[in-house]
């Protein structure tokens, strides 16, 4: 079944009303969002790491360990998600990105807490396509100063147009989201596949390979998703998502951004309505030039 491929700017509302409107018909009891607040936000020089700036979002009504392999990895190679990119640092470290607007990627944000190298994304076919050159770093100003794992997200401004890699909107998972025992895919690049004393390693600075696993949410609170999908080192600020087929589309609704590992479950920030706030067109302090 042929992708849809669309950008943020353009059906983040229609993807988040598809996604609650399904809850909502499907599952019976109170629905409610993540509770909502005022977010204060901190902007670096993507390159020289110089803080620039900070804003506040107000609300909208409505550490870290190394892999997690649940089970038997099954992760396999998958390049069929263009949106998907590899955030790769000044001193040589990476992890994962999506694409979320015309020059946005959203990510974890411990990924980017130093300088930044470059930004790959890459074609089906798995050859590297574009460097796209960072220019700003948002992380939330309660992570940066004080670690909080509640508040693992970030976003990066690039140079480039990358619109047409774009392929994820977001949904916001109300509280009966796990009634309905979905199944979660996380695609990234993890550092190693293969279970403790067998992994083998398949991505460095220089070496590219994309992997998706499937699992099962496990629970979620206000500000986390868990779920048993495999993930590890590299796979941080992956998109953890639903993939829904609606009139002839398929839709790839991302839930989740992955964070870490704890107690036998990985697990990720919840989307809720100040993420999509974050990350959407409406947050005017978003400059990329």
């Not at 574009?130 to 509640?150: C, D, K, L, R």
């Amino acid at each position: 079944m042929k992708t849809n491929i669309f950008s943020l700017k353009k059906t983040t509302a229609v993807v988040i009303a598809f996604l609650m409107m399904i809850l909502s018909v499907s599952y019976s009891g109170v629905q409610t969002d993540a509770a909502n607040t005022d977010r204060n936000y901190m902007i670096f020089d993507s390159k020289t790491r110089e803080c620039i700036g900070n804003y506040i979002l107000k609300k909208v009504d409505s550490v870290y360990n190394n892999r997690s392999v649940i089970g038997t990895d099954d992760r396999v190679i998958d390049w069929t998600k263009s949106g998907v990119v590899k955030i790769i640092t000044a001193r040589g470290s990476f992890g994962t990105g999506f694409v979320v607007a015309d020059h946005v990627i959203a990510t974890a944000a411990h990924c980017v807490e130093e300088k930044l190298d470059k930004i790959l994304l890459f074609d089906n076919n798995g050859n590297v396509t574009m460097e796209a050159t960072p220019v700003q770093t948002h992380i939330p100003y309660i992570h940066q100063n004080a670690g909080s794992i509640e508040y693992d997200y970030a976003l990066v401004t690039v140079k480039e147009d990358i619109s047409s890699y774009a392929c994820f909107g977001f949904g916001v998972p109300l509280d009966s989201f796990p009634d309905s025992n979905p199944k979660l895919t996380v695609t990234g690049f993890p550092g190693t596949i293969g279970e403790s004393g067998s992994e083998v390693t398949v991505n460095t600075t220089t070496k590219h390979m994309m992997y998706s696993g499937n699992g099962r949410l496990l629970r979620q609170d206000s500000d986390r998703i868990y779920y048993d999908t495999d993930a590890n080192y590299g796979d941080s600020g992956a998109p953890v998502y639903i993939t829904e087929s609606a009139y002839g589309n398929t839709y790839f609704t991302v839930v989740s951004i992955h964070s870490n590992y704890s107690y036998g479950e990985n697990y990720g920030v919840r989307v809720t309505t100040d993420l999509v706030h974050f990350y959407s067109a409406n947050n005017e302090n978003i400059k990329w030039e």
